[in-house]
């Protein structure tokens, strides 16, 4: 893959980093970060790691916006040495590859946005990035420049999909592993016996599988070295009545 110097600087450096930190080079990658329907007020915020970039999406007047705040604390391009520690590190001020990403932030997460201000800053250092939706998934890509389209699979339209139930949980093992394990799982137990069901990667981090009419999807953020905050999902066109029950995807073991 040919390198854009634009993004040399969105590239991690040894210096700083913590042990943990994700040393993958995500520039150039569409990534699978989040729901739109989860921003559902204009100046909402979605915490949206990105191996070691502190990325974050905001819904705004013009539509969706995804950033990265470039200041040197409030949004950290690497894992500074400081935030190190045997557990996982809340940090109110930015999101990184070793702290654990929240939900979204808004008029009810987040009242007084006192907590926004640490992805937004005073707007003088956003870096903005490429955004993507299929259907109600989206997609950030960490670069400075035009990005190829997202690859979309065939045969599979979300067009007009919603999200019928969704459950966010705190799970073991590397962000890349996991979409594929919480897929497979919940379609295991909700799929007749004997009956074959295909999973597909979409992007790295973010994994759908077909239910009949309705689409299963697993997106997942890291949450430490060693662990993985993962979003199923359960899509459904509203016109069509899913067989399945949409409070089992928060029943269910992943």
């Known amino acids: 893959m040919s390198v854009v110097i634009g993004d040399l600087v969105l590239r991690s450096s040894s210096t700083g980093q913590h042990p943990s930190a994700d040393f993958e080079d995500w520039t150039q990658k569409w990534v699978g970060v989040g729901l739109a329907s989860e921003l559902t007020e204009v100046g909402a915020v979605l915490p949206a790691t990105i191996g070691h970039h502190a990325v974050h999406v905001r819904r705004t007047e013009d539509g969706l916006q995804a950033a990265l705040n470039a200041r040197p604390f409030g949004g950290c391009v690497s894992i500074p040495v400081h935030c190190g520690s045997t557990r996982n590190v809340r940090c109110p001020q930015r999101a990184c590859a070793f702290s654990e990403d929240g939900g979204v932030l808004d008029g009810t997460t987040d009242p007084t946005g006192a907590a926004r201000v640490g992805f937004l800053g005073d707007g003088r250092r956003v870096v903005r990035f490429p955004v993507a939706q299929w259907g109600p998934l989206l997609f950030v890509n960490v670069t400075m420049s035009s990005p190829s389209p997202l690859s979309i ?102």
Do not use: H
Not at 156 to 173: C, H, K, P, W
Not at 209 to 233: E, M, N, Q
Not at 238 to 253: E, F
């Open 153 to 254: 699979p065939g045969g599979l339209s979300l067009d007009d999909m919603e999200v019928l139930a969704s459950a966010r949980r705190l799970t073991s093992g590397n962000w890349l592993d996991t979409p594929l394990r919480a897929v497979s799982a919940v379609v295991t137990a909700l799929s007749p016996g004997g009956t074959t069901i295909d999973v597909t990667t979409v992007a790295p981090n973010l994994a759908v599988a077909r239910l009949g009419s309705d689409v299963l999807v697993a997106i997942s953020r890291p949450a430490g070295y060693t662990r993985s905050t993962v979003l199923c999902g359960l899509l459904s066109r509203a016109a069509t009545s899913t067989a399945i029950d949409p409070q089992s995807i928060d029943r269910l073991r992943w």
